[in-house]
Nanobody
Protein backbone atom coordinates (compact mmCIF):
# COMPACT_ATOMS: atom_id res chain seq x y z
CA UNK A 1 0.00 0.00 0.00
CA UNK A 2 0.99 3.60 -0.59
CA UNK A 3 0.07 6.84 1.09
CA UNK A 4 0.98 10.18 -0.46
CA UNK A 5 0.46 13.62 1.04
CA UNK A 6 0.28 16.96 -0.71
CA UNK A 7 -0.69 20.54 0.00
CA UNK A 8 1.97 21.79 2.40
CA UNK A 9 3.72 25.10 2.03
CA UNK A 10 4.44 28.50 3.54
CA UNK A 11 1.54 30.52 4.93
CA UNK A 12 1.24 33.64 7.06
CA UNK A 13 -0.20 33.46 10.58
CA UNK A 14 -3.97 33.43 10.41
CA UNK A 15 -3.94 31.83 6.98
CA UNK A 16 -5.28 28.49 5.78
CA UNK A 17 -3.98 25.38 4.06
CA UNK A 18 -5.58 22.12 3.01
CA UNK A 19 -3.55 18.93 3.09
CA UNK A 20 -4.54 15.90 1.05
CA UNK A 21 -3.64 12.26 1.57
CA UNK A 22 -4.35 9.65 -1.08
CA UNK A 23 -4.11 5.97 -0.26
CA UNK A 24 -3.70 3.27 -2.87
CA UNK A 25 -3.25 -0.50 -3.01
CA UNK A 26 -4.25 -0.98 0.64
CA UNK A 27 -5.83 -4.41 0.61
CA UNK A 28 -6.89 -4.53 4.24
CA UNK A 29 -9.84 -2.99 5.99
CA UNK A 30 -9.06 0.59 6.95
CA UNK A 31 -9.90 1.46 10.55
CA UNK A 32 -8.62 5.00 10.77
CA UNK A 33 -7.16 7.78 8.67
CA UNK A 34 -4.99 10.10 10.74
CA UNK A 35 -2.80 13.15 10.51
CA UNK A 36 0.30 13.44 12.66
CA UNK A 37 2.86 16.20 12.83
CA UNK A 38 6.42 16.55 14.02
CA UNK A 39 8.03 19.88 14.79
CA UNK A 40 11.83 20.26 15.01
CA UNK A 41 13.14 18.84 18.25
CA UNK A 42 9.75 17.43 19.24
CA UNK A 43 8.11 14.03 19.13
CA UNK A 44 5.56 13.15 16.48
CA UNK A 45 2.05 13.89 17.74
CA UNK A 46 -1.43 12.91 16.64
CA UNK A 47 -3.34 15.86 15.23
CA UNK A 48 -6.61 14.43 13.95
CA UNK A 49 -8.34 11.10 13.32
CA UNK A 50 -11.33 9.98 11.32
CA UNK A 51 -12.61 6.46 11.85
CA UNK A 52 -14.24 4.17 9.30
CA UNK A 53 -17.59 5.17 10.82
CA UNK A 54 -16.80 8.85 10.31
CA UNK A 55 -16.10 9.74 13.93
CA UNK A 56 -13.52 12.49 14.26
CA UNK A 57 -11.13 13.35 17.08
CA UNK A 58 -8.68 16.21 17.42
CA UNK A 59 -5.75 17.23 19.54
CA UNK A 60 -6.68 20.03 21.92
CA UNK A 61 -4.20 22.36 20.23
CA UNK A 62 -6.06 22.23 16.90
CA UNK A 63 -9.71 21.83 17.93
CA UNK A 64 -12.03 24.25 16.16
CA UNK A 65 -9.25 25.36 13.78
CA UNK A 66 -8.61 22.07 11.92
CA UNK A 67 -11.11 19.78 10.22
CA UNK A 68 -10.43 16.24 9.02
CA UNK A 69 -12.61 14.74 6.30
CA UNK A 70 -12.55 11.85 3.86
CA UNK A 71 -13.76 11.22 0.32
CA UNK A 72 -14.15 7.45 0.12
CA UNK A 73 -14.66 7.51 -3.63
CA UNK A 74 -11.27 9.12 -4.12
CA UNK A 75 -9.54 7.24 -1.26
CA UNK A 76 -8.44 10.65 -0.07
CA UNK A 77 -8.37 12.21 3.37
CA UNK A 78 -8.13 15.96 3.89
CA UNK A 79 -6.96 18.19 6.70
CA UNK A 80 -8.35 21.70 6.44
CA UNK A 81 -6.24 23.99 8.60
CA UNK A 82 -7.55 27.46 9.43
CA UNK A 83 -6.29 30.25 11.66
CA UNK A 84 -2.79 28.84 11.44
CA UNK A 85 -0.27 29.76 14.09
CA UNK A 86 3.54 29.68 14.05
CA UNK A 87 3.39 26.75 16.47
CA UNK A 88 1.59 24.72 13.80
CA UNK A 89 4.86 24.66 11.84
CA UNK A 90 5.84 21.02 11.40
CA UNK A 91 6.14 18.17 8.96
CA UNK A 92 2.66 16.69 8.62
CA UNK A 93 2.33 12.96 8.05
CA UNK A 94 -0.64 10.97 6.81
CA UNK A 95 -1.21 7.64 8.54
CA UNK A 96 -3.58 4.80 7.72
CA UNK A 97 -4.43 2.10 10.25
CA UNK A 98 -5.76 -1.09 8.72
CA UNK A 99 -6.50 -4.67 9.73
CA UNK A 100 -7.17 -8.10 8.28
CA UNK A 101 -8.79 -8.96 11.64
CA UNK A 102 -5.71 -10.91 12.64
CA UNK A 103 -2.95 -8.35 12.33
CA UNK A 104 -2.81 -4.57 12.39
CA UNK A 105 -1.08 -2.68 9.61
CA UNK A 106 0.22 0.87 9.44
CA UNK A 107 0.94 2.94 6.38
CA UNK A 108 2.77 6.26 6.50
CA UNK A 109 3.25 8.97 3.94
CA UNK A 110 6.55 10.72 3.36
CA UNK A 111 5.43 13.92 5.05
CA UNK A 112 4.70 17.42 3.84
CA UNK A 113 6.19 20.58 5.34
CA UNK A 114 3.89 23.26 6.72
CA UNK A 115 5.55 26.52 7.71
CA UNK A 116 3.58 29.32 9.35
CA UNK A 117 5.59 32.52 9.34
CA UNK A 118 5.31 36.18 8.46
Amino acid sequence: GHVVESGGGLVQPGGSLRLSCTASEIRHTINTNDWYRQAPGKERELVATITSQGTTRYADAVKVRFTISRDNGKNTTYLQMNSLKPEDTAVYYCHVGATDYIYEYEYWGQGTQVTVSS
